[in-house]
């Protein structure tokens, strides 16, 4: 079977606001993004996911959305929107957007309705308590705003339910008039052209009292209608799970091919930067061991950063601590069950470390998906509300506002500090610079891009052997293809490591790395062609 496109592609996300203010009031748009698609485009990824575009008081950074058919005022028109996508597919891109289908604003007409009358068929479309203590087996996710799922809301005289900030309560989706609403802002966005969605917050959609409502199997049956309904409509359309759950969790995110055609990845993601600050492959090979394979025709999403914090939900409370010890020393730096720092201030802008953990990332099995502004190595503010310390503006060159925008004032600030500032971190410092970040990043994207092995081929760990066998610090598997066959190598410790058996030092390696004295150098990371 033919791969599909979206097991083969490269993602970005994209936030709209933070990369290119084409009208000079603060915020990133449409129109500025499609000025710098051709940034996107050198980088070598294939899709763009964007984060919510739509009208919303921005309470959740549009993860609330006031009106799913409407774009934000700041971003720009539909006009506007659809001129984006079209330029992206002009160049060979395809668009994906965030179908945020758990939960709305509290500023959407239809809670608004549904509050003020009892009788209102919106009253139906949430999820209603008098007294506020069902389904307390459920946990909290924004730990650090929230303290109960329910809020009582004057005008209902009642509480709703919300998974997420009290200003956005879950639709009830127990009512087929919800399904049939999601289905109208399926339509509208696909029929303007975009290649699918990344789905937002998927485990919640249904409530049941007993359990910890999640993963709930009236929850995949309502996914599974989502499917059919895009599979009759949208047949080369994709649609993408973000479902933060182990991986026996995640696999009935996949159904029998006939659910989500992908779905992140969440455990594995921490587990790199475990392996890599202990030295230690240990937690690397126990995920993917306890990852199960998967349907065909669908691909597992990685990644190493996004627009949230660097959740550690997935991993056990004494790990939790270590990687707040190790990777968030400062108070500050942790945020709910996580770290809210970008990559390059994760790996101490140590390069690397960063080619060790990309180059890792995308070797592995799945289909990567990088976050914008760590193609550049970007900073973080951690003193940022939320978790928009890690959603600056894009760095473009050093002039004012990073030549993200010529306003007084930007939406947050440009980073700024002494080793991340703008002034040195930006794109067209780092253009003509072999060895930079961004160069770095195409040349890693674009040799992926170019092995079959590496895109689709079958993943196995390899023994170190010999000596070097109870060698924690080396990480090696293959990766297999009818074409071809790929030895990655990877060294997690800054100290030099023997050279594993069975790799010879002449070994053709696609990343042109060298080998001194048949030693792998600290952090090395190598992909090589084995005959
Ligand atoms: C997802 C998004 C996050 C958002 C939440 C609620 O986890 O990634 O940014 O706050 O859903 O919509």
């Not at 608004?112 to 919106?122: F, V």
Request: net charge negative.
């Amino acid at each position: 079977m033919a791969a599909r496109w979206y097991q083969e592609a490269v993602f970005y996300e994209l936030y709209v606001r933070a990369f290119r203010d084409s009208s000079g009031d603060g915020n990133g748009d449409f129109l500025g993004a499609i000025e710098k698609l051709d940034h996107i485009k050198s980088l070598g990824v294939d899709c763009i996911w964007i984060m919510p575009h739509y009208a919303s008081p921005l309470k959740d950074d549009g993860y609330d959305i006031a009106d799913y058919t409407a774009v934000h005022p700041n971003y720009g028109t539909l006009e506007d929107f659809k001129a984006f996508v079209d330029a992206a597919h002009e160049r060979g891109l395809r668009v994906v957007t965030d179908l945020v289908m758990n939960h709305i604003s509290d500023q959407h007409p239809w809670f608004q309705a549904a509050r003020q009358n009892k009788n209102s068929p919106y009253r139906d479309y949430f999820v209603w308590s008098n007294t506020g203590t069902e389904y307390a087996d459920t946990r909290i996710i924004f730990l650090d705003d929230e303290t109960s799922n329910w809020t009582y809301d004057e005008v209902a005289g009642q509480y709703f339910w919300h998974r997420f900030y009290s200003s956005q309560p879950d639709l009830n989706y127990d009512n087929p008039a919800v399904i049939a609403e999601i289905f109208a802002v399926i339509r509208f966005w696909m029929d303007l052209g975009i290649d699918g969605f990344r789905a937002d917050a998927v485990p919640y959609l249904i409530e049941r009292e007993g359990t910890n409502c999640e993963n709930l199997p009236e929850t995949h049956e309502i996914l599974k209608q989502v499917r059919r309904f895009m599979d009759e409509n949208y047949p080369d359309a994709v649609l993408i799970a973000e479902a933060n759950q182990w991986p026996h969790d995640l696999l009935p995110y996949f159904g029998d091919g006939d659910e989500f055609h992908v779905c992140f990845h969440f455990p594995i993601m921490p587990r790199l930067y475990q392996a890599l600050k202990a030295g230690d492959k240990t937690p690397i090979i126990d995920i993917l061991n306890d990852t199960p394979p998967i349907p065909p025709g669908t691909n597992w999403m990685t990644f190493l950063r996004n627009h949230d914090e660097l959740t550690l939900e997935m991993v056990a409370p004494e790990v939790r601590q270590w990687m707040w010890e190790q990777y968030a020393p400062e108070p500050r730096m942790r945020q709910n069950l996580g770290i809210r720092r970008r990559l390059a201030a994760l790996l101490d802008n140590d390069k690397r470390k960063w080619f060790c953990l990309n180059a890792m990332f995308l070797s592995l099995p799945g289909t990567p998906i990088i976050y914008y502004g760590d193609e550049i190595g970007m900073g973080d503010n951690i003193w940022l509300p939320d978790r928009h310390g890690c959603r600056t503006p894009m760095q473009w060159n050093d002039t004012k506002n990073a030549g993200f925008s010529t306003a007084v004032k930007t939406y947050y600030p440009v980073i700024d500090d002494e080793l991340f500032g703008y002034q040195q971190v930006n794109v067209a410092a780092q253009e003509n610079n072999p060895d930079s970040y961004l160069n770095l990043t195409r040349f890693l994207l674009k040799t992926r891009q170019h092995q079959s092995a590496l895109r689709h081929g079958a993943f196995e760990f390899v023994d170190v052997g010999n000596d070097a066998k109870k060698n924690k610090a080396i990480l090696i598997f293959t990766r297999k293809s009818e074409e071809q066959a790929i030895l990655c190598v990877f060294n997690l410790t800054d100290q030099v490591q023997p050279l594993p058996t069975g790799v010879s030092p002449k070994a053709f390696d696609l990343l042109k790395q060298t080998i001194i004295n048949n030693q792998l150098a600290p952090f090395a990371a190598h992909w090589f062609i084995l005959e």
